[in-house]
């Protein structure tokens, strides 16, 4: 079966840009370690349903690093509170400090995960679909831009390693001649790639690229299962606006401590978010059960 | 009426002291097959630049080009975006899309056609390509001949009454080139549609082409069909362009005299009805030429494993084979066959997991070592100087060379001349120049060189071919990776083919050629199962036979 048509890749563009975003909204209204927690692991276990942490296993070393950062650091900067864990060299560590670090971690962990799934889903193609009507030559730009970082990563190890042989490299000498060599270094790749771009440029022009506006191969459905995403995000984002406003998302650290564990109305919010990301893994599930059981039957 | 008639034009770049063109009169008649050939800086790409609108250079153009009577510049856009296609060398640079789907439906989509119309011309032209197992896969996956059919296909979708191709098989390897060649011929001879095709490689083009135009320093020296065109080119005193001539027509003209009014052959039909025709014995002297084998090695390796990630296939396996002092290896091997690879990890960039790389006795894997050096498919990597003065400097200033010899080398070069140019700012043969005396100045012993004849014109290529000569004889031992089959046959001491990630059947030049079906000579495809003795180059059949009546 084709990836590209089924789950999450079926929907039309606009309804998964907006689930997306709409993701990111309910990340970062729940300030509170249990929706932290909760939206962290989902996201993770779409991460795995969509591509089996491929690319998560490409990055996660620098996104663990990152949240590690912030785990550490947050506490060393938080300085409002009442419950002292103890002193790091006469400063004192507070337990909100350290629920702080953890939120923010897992926060910034799933928008990242979240942006993983969101760059398998929205291709270049949907890209150009959403937004080169509205602002053309920001979206060309973008495509542009996007189609450069993996380019650019394996052309700066090229000319790496050709430039070793003479005896350039960005690890070896003082300070400065590293960051002499990292711009000689840079100054290659750019010079290489405007060049490669200009030809890539003539290409598109070739094929009458902007000479007026562009059709589709194949028109982007809204299915009933665009109407529901929609509605969902609609319904969703109201709601993680509202539990963030009435502080029920939140977990209130002054001027006292709010217990972690969840209580009366939170639990309503932590359905809705519980729902929310598990919308997809029903729509990627469904598609994989159906698929299941029409082998099955035969 | 012709298709497309470019008349009179004349072509200044900004800033240029000369014309790249001059008084440039061309007729492409509907369906016709052009080849264009000349040395590199003749105008070539600046011409077929010129017959497409979208890609046409700036500068200062006086004369006319129409399309079907009309101005170029006077045509709608979308007339010009699809009546007239236009494939360009580097296979990569062109692809635009993430899937192959994408990047062939983006011409059509870009004219705003509606889907059922698109659907059948896809359906069409895939169907014709041979793409099925293709449509889904990621562009950034194919091989360089992959892309290539991608680009010709895409472009073909739209239509176009004319096609115009700047080089399109200079990255391919010889299978690539030979069934890109192909396709472009049906399309000629099937759909009717007018190619214009620039090419270093003329070897195959010559015999399908209509007209070979020859260009030399912005001036049109000749347009005719292929076999007057060959006339002419072996009746012209200077030899400059005795190497456009495909091997066929020099075998011939070495024992036939031009003035005959036999027919020149072009092909390698035509060159094998003419030696069926002749009595060859092999010269008694010849026979003696022995290769002693005696020579020490100078760099080994062994057992080579190498993938770029875990999981991955890997691209070296068991890799292992032995330089001899001197020696000229070469090794051929299709698109992906990780011959760049290889040279990487002898070159000690790369780190093989298994196996070792051993320089005269010492383990060098995955070191650099001072006398081997490394010179890459594409200069431009090497360069980091504003200056070719500064750039020979910085190569010089740690050289274990004395101050005379450094001297030595960058007089024999002549590159002193170049002194304050920007090294980007070179043509293609002069970067290669530069980047060899560069490796040069550091006194290496092995040279590491890939992809050396890449886009070089025959001229190029033949310098290039007498330096590998002349620092072997001073003790240098190359390794040379090459898609150019020609080159290697003429100038290699042994050839090896790199498949499956080892190196197979690596022979004396002469010996490797003449198994091979494909991967060969034309001159071997020329003398193979005739009555005369098989060669596998021009220089061998010159040495080794004896040709009793050469003028039938």
Known sequence: MSRTKRGLHALHPLSAFLYYVGGAVFIMAGQHPVFAACTFVLVFVLNGIQDHFAALKKWGRWYAAAAFLIVILTPAFHRRGTHILFYFRDNPVLLEGVIQGVIAALSLLALLFLFVSFNQVITSEKFLFLFSRVVPQWALLAMLTMRFVPLFQRRLHDIGLVQKTKGMSVKKGGFLSRIESAMKLLHILLEWSLEEALQTADSMK????????????????????????????????????FGYALGDTVLTTSPVLEPVLLSGREWFYFSVYLFYFAFPMMIEGRERWRWHFSKSTK | MALLQINQITFQYPDAPTEALRDVSLMVNEGEFIAICGPSGSGKSTLLRLMKRECAPHGRLDGTIRYQGIPLKELPPKTTATAIGMVFQDPDNQIVMETVMEELLFGLENIGLDTLTMRKKIAEIVHFFGLEPLLDRPTYELSGGQKQLINLASVLLMEPRILLLDEPTSQLDPIAAKDFLNMLRR??????????????????????????????????????????AATFLASKADDAFFDYLPSASRLFLHYAATNQNSRLPITVKEARSWIKGLTVRVKEASTQVVHERMKPVVLETKNIDFQYEKGKPRILDRLSFSLYENEKLAIVGGNGS??????????????????????????????????????????????????????????AHDSPLSPETKQHIIDEWGLAALGDRHPYDLSGGEMQKLVFACLLLRGPRVMLIDEPTKGLDPESKKQ????????SWRGMSFVIVTHDIEFAADYADRVGMLFRGEVTAMADAAAFFKGNAFYTTSINRITRGVSAPEVSTLKEAYVTWDVQNGSP
Not at chain 2, 367 to 393: G, T, W
Not at chain 2, 464 to 471: D, M, P
């Open chain 2, 338 to 395: 990780g011959k760049s690879t290889m040279l990487k990890v002898l070159a000690g960039l790369l780190k093989p997991q298994r196996g070792k790389v051993v320089y005269q006795g010492r383990k060098t894997t995955g070191h650099i070592h001072p006398d081997i050096a490394y010179m890459p498919q594409n200069p431009r990597l090497y360069f980091s100087e504003e200056s070719v003065k500064l750039e020979l400097e910085k190569a």
């Open chain 2, 187 to 228: 399309m000629n001879e099937e759909l009717g549609i007018a190619v214009v095709i620039v090419e270093h490689r003329l070897e195959d083009v010559w015999p399908i082409a209509d007209r070979v135009v020859l260009l030399h320093e912005g001036r049109v020296i000749y347009d005719d069909p292929p076999h007057k």
């Open chain 2, 464 to 471: 290039f071919g007498e330096w590998l000569n002349r620092f």
């Open chain 1, 206 to 241: 070739a094929r009458g690229y902007g000479i007026e506006r562009r059709s589709r191969y194949s028109p982007y459905a809204f299915s009933a299962i665009d109407a529901v995403v929609l509605a969902l995000t609609a319904a969703g984002g109201v709601c993680a606006i």
